[in-house]
């Protein structure tokens, strides 16, 4: 219960302590084009758990980072994240007018604004990786290595893949093997660059990173199964959005696949296999545990 | 005569070298989303004088450079030109169905796979670019750099900052000082970038990479003007576009403000500087020099 009580004191301050830096890495300097800059804030600082910088600074402290080269990643993989939520709400895509209780980007600055919004964060991110070869210029190829990742998570082999696929496959059933696929690219990529930059950047092995790649991507899909099982089981109330959405969607979920008892399965066995894997690195951050802990069993 | 003889044959030899090896450069590998993968080609194999990866890599042979680690830069700069063509086609922005005579990637794969692959292009240019950092892992500092310039000249303060301030003026009369930004922005900065990324990995000094920007800078002035001026002057046969598209679009341009007359000086002046500039520079590539020539006097 302490611990508990501890867990949650501890993790709002991290949230606090990343809104700000992210506020510190947004464009300061403005000029005729400073709607954009509104734009890309007001999408990137909309609230939202902040998962994936949270879980790259904990493995980055894991294998003993403690230098602020993981300060420009962190805030870079929030603007990949933020720029691929702001066009999955395009007219276009889902269409979607709100997002957290708040308007969606085109709402507020129009369609066009949206697009360049997105395309601005998405080209930011990097903009803003890069400064890390300022900061530590001596670890360049380490650097080098970790936009590589960030790159390749993001793009057409994952996060931007999943999105096509599941894009191209609205309103069809599709397989499992489809769905785990959409899954492991559109929730799990982003969250393995997470983890894996924290791991790069705070000086794993090869072998290490590999192992915290498989981590992530069990605890990708555990928390992807677990959307679904609360798409189902939850009230509009406790998870802040409406509940049922897959069904009135005709989406294919684990649910509907396996049903909700085997959909509880899957999320026990591919966290206990994530927990299992991290407790087998050399090191230990507790708060990473309970943090993967707290994702994959939440109730919101 | 026979000199642009000659210069017409390599150019369209190094053409087809940039080609193909922005054809190797595409994505390989398929699977569920190989739709967005065909979208990519479709879009970046499209045709268009490759001016950005060509003038990247004369630069680069300019400052003695002769490795394999500009091509990813010189198939990345063309994505990133490639991407901004796509949105800027979307019916949210230009809603243009026709480019360069083929339809538009949104009229042939819709809007939701016109945006991603606008996406994709984006991020598959700095996915690419990363690849230096396995060719030359020792020059890893100056690869950054490089990478730190595309990316700053692709996004806000660079390409998609023009973009916005054009969009966002659409249909206005703007000042000369915002037209400036627009022409330095959205067409100066990305050929500021192939310039200046070809000086960086060419070995220039950090004097030498200004010069560059300088040089690269007025030739993209000169370049849009002229476009301005072949808008007016030309003929449909000839520019293989509508003429008088400005007019039409009532877009303030160099002509509309200055008068054709002036607007020609323009040229003249800005490109006279930008060559008296490039032969300050230490070494010489007559093919390059022939090249600014060229597209700031040319009929189309």
Same mark, same amino acid.
């Given at each position: 219960?302490?611990?508990?009580?501890?867990?949650?004191?501890?993790?709002?301050?991290?949230?606090?302590?990343?809104?700000?830096? $992210?506020?510190?890495?947004?464009?300061?300097?403005? /000029?005729?084009?400073?709607?954009?800059?509104?734009?890309?804030?007001?999408?990137?600082?909309?609230?939202?758990?902040?998962?994936?910088?949270?879980?790259?600074?904990?493995?980055?402290?894991?294998?003993? /980072?403690?230098?602020?080269?993981?300060?420009?990643?962190?805030?870079?993989?929030?603007?990949?994240?933020?720029?691929?939520?702001?066009?999955?709400?395009?007219?276009?895509?889902?269409?979607?007018?709100?997002?957290?209780?708040? !308007?969606?980007?085109?709402?507020?600055?129009?369609?066009?604004?949206?697009?360049? #919004?997105?395309?601005?964060?998405?080209?930011?991110?990097?903009?803003?990786?890069? !400064?890390?070869?300022?900061?530590?210029?001596?670890?360049?190829?380490?650097?080098?290595?970790?936009? %590589?990742?960030?790159? +390749?998570?993001?793009?057409?082999?994952?996060?931007?893949? /999943?999105? &096509?696929?599941?894009?191209?496959?609205?309103?069809?059933?599709?397989?499992?093997? *489809?769905?785990?696929?959409?899954?492991?690219?559109?929730?799990?990529?982003?969250? +393995?660059?997470?983890?894996?930059?924290?791991?790069?950047?705070?000086? #794993?092995?090869?072998?290490?990173?590999?192992?915290?790649?498989?981590?992530? =991507?069990?605890?990708?899909?555990?928390?992807? *199964?677990?959307?679904?099982? $609360?798409? &189902?089981?939850?009230?509009?109330?406790?998870? /802040?959005?409406?509940?049922?959405?897959?069904?009135?969607?005709? !989406?294919?979920?684990? *649910?509907?696949?396996?049903?909700?008892?085997?959909?509880? !399965?899957? &999320?026990?066995?591919?966290?206990?296999?994530?927990? =299992?894997?991290?407790?087998? $690195?050399?090191?230990?951050?507790?708060?990473?545990?309970?943090?993967?802990?707290?994702?994959?069993? %939440?109730?919101?």
């Amino acid at each position: 219960m302490s611990l508990n009580l501890d867990f949650k004191v501890q993790k709002e301050q991290k949230v606090r302590e990343i809104e700000d830096s $992210l506020q510190n890495y947004l464009p300061k300097q403005k /000029g005729y084009q400073k709607i954009i800059m509104e734009a890309m804030g007001y999408s990137l600082l909309a609230g939202g758990k902040r998962l994936r910088p949270m879980l790259m600074k904990e493995t980055y402290t894991l294998f003993g /980072g403690h230098s602020k080269v993981i300060e420009p990643f962190m805030a870079a993989i929030e603007m990949v994240h933020t720029y691929s939520l702001v066009h999955d709400d395009l007219p276009a895509m889902d269409n979607d007018e709100y997002r957290r209780g708040r !308007k969606t980007t085109h709402v507020v600055y129009g369609e066009d604004m949206a697009i360049l #919004a997105g395309d601005a964060l998405l080209n930011y991110a990097f903009e803003t990786a890069v !400064k890390a070869f300022v900061l530590e210029p001596e670890d360049s190829l380490t650097i080098g290595n970790a936009i %590589r990742v960030l790159g +390749e998570k993001a793009g057409i082999y994952g996060m931007l893949g /999943g999105q &096509v696929i599941d894009v191209k496959e609205t309103g069809h059933a599709v397989s499992k093997d *489809v769905l785990d696929t959409i899954y492991e690219l559109k929730t799990g990529a982003l969250i +393995e660059a997470a983890m894996m930059i924290g791991a790069i950047l705070g000086g #794993a092995s090869q072998e290490e990173v590999k192992t915290v790649e498989r981590i992530a =991507s069990l605890v990708g899909l555990a928390f992807q *199964v677990q959307d679904d099982i $609360l798409d &189902v089981t939850s009230t509009q109330e406790e998870l /802040g959005k409406p509940i049922h959405s897959d069904e009135k969607n005709e !989406k294919t979920t684990y *649910v509907t696949l396996l049903g909700i008892d085997d959909a509880k !399965k899957v &999320v026990e066995e591919k966290s206990e296999e994530a927990i =299992s894997l991290l407790r087998t $690195l050399p090191n230990e951050n507790p708060y990473l545990e309970e943090l993967l802990m707290e994702l994959i069993h %939440r109730k919101k």
